[in-house]
């Protein structure tokens, strides 16, 4: 369509014409001598009902606000192709974009917006309501297809996880929402100001028939995108003024939070599209920048802190956290043996990948949690967790494809001699039978076992836990219990593997000599409970030909170290170079979902077949077994290994640093995202005061660690393998600042 000849027919004769951006129709800045027009050219004539829609809007409107709309100018004018053309005038005013945005002039944006919506309300067009665009809030959905789009692992997630979270809170309330004719599109080029009051509204263009609520948490989304340091602040003034002209529902108010990021991931998912198919062009660089900095920051932002700063500003009440509540119920129907982390717990109510949100509106960075292994609420967890419980969930006596598929993928990852695996519920569970095992296929009873090794909550883990039996409440160890010291290189009793490994073979002897010879000697290759202490190294490998010589089976304990956490390898009995016979799981394995199990070689699953059937009534279940198959395939996907690998050799390095400049941090180590700090006094005693002190103050601060230990004076981190250098960068800065604190 020419823009001339079409001109021609709406009487103008054009000094200059100039093209614009535009998707559905293909736009023109039109200046003659006395005036200026906007020519929107259309090649669908499937779109004619929609725009003959909104001119009717426009012209219904314009003289019940005190804004500056696109006016119409004549009628459409339709080709004999069916293509046609429209005409509006042109508004004068400065971008949003261009001024400083001053409370005075959010507020008049936000009472404008309203009159605006007020005016929409009275409307009704059959082509808008019917229109289903990927631009309108509740049809956001439509956009994960271009999920693939986005290059970067980490990124993908946040939007993912924002589009299942739309799908969750969102989706299933829609319809019960006021709706109405809205802009759709109040961004910061398409709103123009004057002074401190907003003059006009351009390019209706995505009007559409949607929930209410949807265009002002658009209109937010850009108020936040634009001002990164007070975003919350900004976007509070708008509302204030929107609120005192056009009256929210605090169910709307609450949804927010999640309808802000969603139309930032629009955004991000058309701008990733149009790079992959068109290339990355200066103009969607320059649009989609801003909206990833604030969906990485949004994704951090805790949706209680939002949601309070925008009732607030509409003047409703705030919802108090019932923490003391919760913690005097806590007391009342739970064990007192069921301990809570620090002095002043912790109420906490939803998570993102690496970060935790409180009940206060709180953001903790967490560096310590091991069990959300690819992060907290991934996005593919919950949904395959969903469509599964949906579809089958029974037992082991009956065939699925589940049980198969996941334990061929997670055989894959072993040596090929470790080819069966009996699944159960837990690392506890699997610890249980792995022991149970050893003393079934040996027919003898002693177990050896790690000083400060933990291995689970039930009677034989308890047993076998030196962390458990020689703590606090602790008998000592059994008698058909073997403690061997633990191989710890810093201050420890050897200075080199093989010497602990002699020493543990002295002590094996003297028992086999009393015909007390283990069935297994049970090991973690990084002793967690230990204060984060890699076995020294050789230890594993003087050891085993004494183990295999006397048929004493060695169960490694990958709990904690297991599924590329160490970063170079993924398992931890891979840094020691051997093959044990039987190799336990659990915690990362699900993700969070309740899963463990027992690796094992064939030869030894044949003998504990003696004719008690194993049974566990959930263990192997189809929905546990799609959880685990799928963090196996996410650890690929998101390269987490190496991730792990990266980020952790970073962390030490700067640990290792900070170390050079205060002297209390005595040892860094650690293998990956699986790290420890060990804490002295200046007389080499071992500085639990200080290493407790540190733990609450990082609390204080918003990071999440613990302590750990026979004296509780190493910090220990074990985050989700997501964390990244970033991430590093602020814990280091936050324990920089509580040294110098203390010192």
């Known amino acids: 369509m020419n823009p001339e000849i079409l001109l021609k027919e709406f009487g103008l004769v054009a000094t200059e014409i100039k093209s614009l951006d535009g998707y559905v129709s293909v736009n023109f800045k039109v200046s003659t001598d006395q005036k200026k027009f906007i020519l929107k050219c259309y090649n669908n004539p499937d779109d004619l009902e929609l725009i003959q829609g909104e001119v009717h809007c426009i012209s219904a409107v314009l003289d019940k606000l005190e804004l500056d709309l696109p006016k119409p100018v004549n009628d459409l004018k339709i080709q004999e192709d069916g293509s046609f053309g429209r005409l509006s005038s042109f508004v004068e005013g400065t971008f949003l974009s261009k001024v400083s945005h001053t409370p005075e002039l959010l507020e008049d944006l936000g009472r404008k917006m309203a009159a605006l919506n007020l005016a929409l309300a009275l409307l009704k067009n059959a082509a808008i309501k019917a229109r289903k665009s990927e631009w309108d ?203 809570l982390s620090y002095s002043e717990p912790i109420h906490m109510v939803s998570a993102a990948f690496q970060y935790m949100f409180d009940a206060a509106g709180n953001t903790y960075l967490d560096a310590y949690n091991n069990i959300p292994h690819v992060g907290h609420c991934h996005p593919e967890i919950t949904k395959v967790i969903s469509e599964k419980a949906r579809t089958l969930n029974t037992n082991t006596r009956y065939l699925y494809n589940e049980y198969t598929s996941y334990s061929e993928k997670l055989l894959a990852k072993f040596p090929k001699e470790l080819d069966k695996v009996l699944l159960v519920n837990s690392g506890s569970a699997a610890s249980d039978l792995a022991i149970r095992m050893a003393k079934t296929i040996t027919e003898r009873n002693f177990i050896a076992v790690l000083e400060h090794g933990y291995h689970g909550n039930t009677m034989l883990g308890i047993d076998a836990s030196s962390y458990k039996f020689d703590g ?138 003696t004719g008690m059937e194993f049974f566990s009534s959930f263990g192997g279940n189809p929905i546990s077994c799609a959880v685990g198959e799928k963090v196996l395939d996410i650890i690929e996907s998101d390269g987490l290994q190496e991730n792990a690998l990266a980020v952790g050799n970073y962390w030490r390095e700067e640990l290792e640093a900070l170390q050079r400049r205060f002297s209390v941090i005595a ?53 989700p393998l997501c964390f990244s250098k970033e991430n590093v960068d602020e814990f280091i800065g936050k324990l920089a600042f509580i040294l110098e604190e203390l010192h």
């Open 137 to 339: 809030l509740q049809h956001v959905l439509l956009n994960e297809p271009k999920l693939e789009f986005i290059e970067d692992r980490f990124d993908r997630n946040i939007v993912a996880y924002f589009m299942d979270r739309h799908r969750a809170t969102i989706l299933p309330i829609q319809d019960s929402l006021r709706a109405q004719i809205i802009h759709g599109d109040l961004n910061e080029t398409n709103i123009l100001v004057n002074g401190n009051s907003v003059s006009g509204l351009i390019d209706f263009g995505d009007i559409c028939f949607s929930p209410l609520i949807n265009e002002v948490a658009i209109s937010l989304a850009y108020i936040i995108m634009l001002n990164p340091k007070n975003g919350l602040e900004c976007a509070s003034s708008v509302l204030k003024g929107y609120h005192s002209k056009n009256a929210l529902q605090r169910q709307e108010i609450e949804l927010i939070h999640q309808l802000i990021a969603s139309r930032l991931c629009t955004s991000v998912l058309h701008s990733a599209e149009a790079k992959a198919k068109n290339g990355a062009s200066a103009h969607i660089l320059n649009s989609e920048k801003p909206a990833w900095k604030t969906l990485r920051t949004w994704i951090r932002t805790n949706p209680i802190l939002v949601k309070n700063t925008f009732l607030k500003a509409c003047g409703f009440t705030l919802d108090i956290p019932d923490s003391e509540t919760q913690l005097a119920k806590r007391k009342q129907v739970a064990s007192g043996s069921l301990s």
């Open 472 to 609: 606090k409440g602790g008998k000592g160890n059994p008698e058909n219990v073997i403690k061997l010291p633990l191989p710890k290189e810093f201050r420890g009793a050897h200075s080199t593997g093989k010497d602990y490994a002699l020493e543990a073979i002295s002590i094996l002897e003297k028992h086999i000599a009393l015909g007390q010879k283990p069935a297994a000697v049970l090991a973690e290759p990084i002793s967690g409970c230990g204060g984060q202490v890699p076995l020294a190294k050789d230890y594993l490998v003087e050891l085993k030909p004494f183990l295999e010589e006397h048929e004493i089976l060695l169960i490694i304990d990958e709990v904690q170290t297991g599924f590329g956490r160490l970063g170079s390898h993924f398992w931890g009995f891979e840094l020691h170079g051997i093959v044990p016979d039987m190799v336990i799981l659990g915690k990362p394995m699900g993700n969070g979902h309740p899963i463990g199990g027992v690796i094992t070689k064939a030869d030894l699953s044949v003998r504990f077949e």
């Open 667 to 719: 040892d860094v180590r650690g293998y990956g995202i699986f790290i420890g700090i060990e804490f002295l006094n200046e007389d080499s005693t071992p500085a639990t005061d200080l290493a407790q002190s540190i733990k609450n103050k990082m609390k204080e601060q918003f990071v999440l660690t613990s302590t750990d230990g026979p004296f509780d004076n190493v910090l220990k981190m074990k985050a």
